[in-house]
């Protein structure tokens, strides 16, 4: 397992941006299919963006074209660029990583978590 800490976490006016960033822990950050989901009040645990350790990225439609992902494994922190932002993205961010490669991004699927970071959007 690797060690995750989150932060950029923030309030923000809707149509604004923040950066979210994950530092990893380990030796082997480079390997590790690297995530972030978000969690509202009520609401399970989303699936929002992901990035595999060749660079592939897939990101959920309700974010698609607003956010990124990237990762920089000299650093081994992986990022989260969040433009337009809306009140529907306010949540709780979390950061998750997993060794192994997975098409259905469940938060089952990710072994380590970060505590995670509130994001709030206001209208």
């Known amino acids: 397992q690797v060690h995750l800490v989150e932060s950029g976490g923030g309030l923000v006016q809707a149509g604004g941006s923040l950066r979210l960033s994950c530092a990893a822990s380990?030796?082997?950050?480079?390997?590790?299919?690297m995530g972030w989901f978000r969690q509202a009040p009520g609401n399970e645990r989303d699936f929002v963006a992901a990035?595999?350790?060749?660079?592939?990225?897939h990101i959920t439609d309700s974010v698609k074209g607003r956010f990124t992902i990237s990762r920089d494994n000299a650093k081994d922190t992986v990022y989260l660029q969040m433009n337009s932002l809306k009140p529907g993205d306010t949540a709780v961010y979390y950061c998750a990583a997993s060794p192994y490669y997975t098409d259905t991004y469940r938060a089952a699927d990710f072994g380590s978590w970060g505590q995670g970071t509130q994001v709030t959007v206001s209208s």
């Open positions: 990035m595999t350790r060749t660079g592939s990225t």
């Open positions: 380990g030796r082997t950050f480079d390997t590790y299919l």
